[in-house]
């Protein structure tokens, strides 16, 4: 079976106006690209084409990380993923959080588009932050899309959303897939609170996963102080021709 190390991401073409190509499997990609077809075709696009690319590489594999920065790659982040494996649970569920309904989508994507200023399209000073911006709030609009996501939990205060938790289930936990809250109400618990919603009302959770920006220290000392471990770390690399 052919290996498939590189293919094109149309969604994040759509606000970049560019051919944007996700790495699937930078192990492969960065040892091969000497030599697998599929990688020279994707060499010759971007060297004659205004593209975007990105991938993760093992923070351990400093051969891959040359290799990357060979071929014109760029750091831009530094990705690491923390798990719980106690998640905490309340006796008493907040009436004021609550699971995502359609009429939501409009307030999340408000919320979402002004609430990630560390994530790796605003840490690229080539992608302008109003692009970033589009980005986020469309990833989270695509749960109502039925596009990404298994559940969304959302917090009000007089019917206003103020937070907002979007999660993937595996096996026997899930992925913080995105979480924000309201500047006005941060440090509040509200994400605490959102994610023992979570653990209570989603059947069958063991562990949590997320995955933050080394450079998002506010969220690293959230997480650390809920439980969450460090399990690994990828470094972020962007080719922006």
Known sequence: MLKVSVKEDNWLSSFLD?????????????RNHRLDDT????????????????CKVDTGSIDLITEAENLGFRLIDTNILLVNNN????????????????????SVMELAEKSFIYSRFHLDPKIDNSIANKIKANWAGNYFNKKRGD????????????GFLQVI???????????????????????????????????????????????????????????????????VFHLNT
């Not at 990688?39 to 990105?54: L, Q």
């Not at 998640?87 to 409009?106: C, H």
């Open 18 to 30: 560019k051919q944007s190509f996700v790495v699937t499997d930078s192990d492969f990609f960065f």
């Open 39 to 54: 990688i020279k075709s994707w060499k010759h696009y971007v060297s004659s084409h205004p593209s975007f690319t990105y």
């Open 87 to 106: 998640p905490i649970f309340n006796q008493n569920l907040d009436n004021e959080i609550q699971f995502a309904t359609s009429e939501d989508k409009d």
């Open 151 to 162: 559940f969304m939990i959302v917090t009000k205060i007089n019917s206003r959303i103020i």
């Open 169 to 235: 289930k595996e096996n026997e936990g899930y992925i913080i897939d995105l979480i924000a809250v309201d500047t006005s109400f941060r440090k509040m618990g509200v994400a605490k609170r959102m994610l023992d919603f979570a653990n209570k009302m989603i059947p069958g959770i063991n562990y949590v996963k997320v995955g933050t920006q080394i450079a998002n220290v506010p969220s690293l000392r959230v997480y650390n102080s809920l439980g969450f471990k460090i399990k690994c770390s990828h470094y």
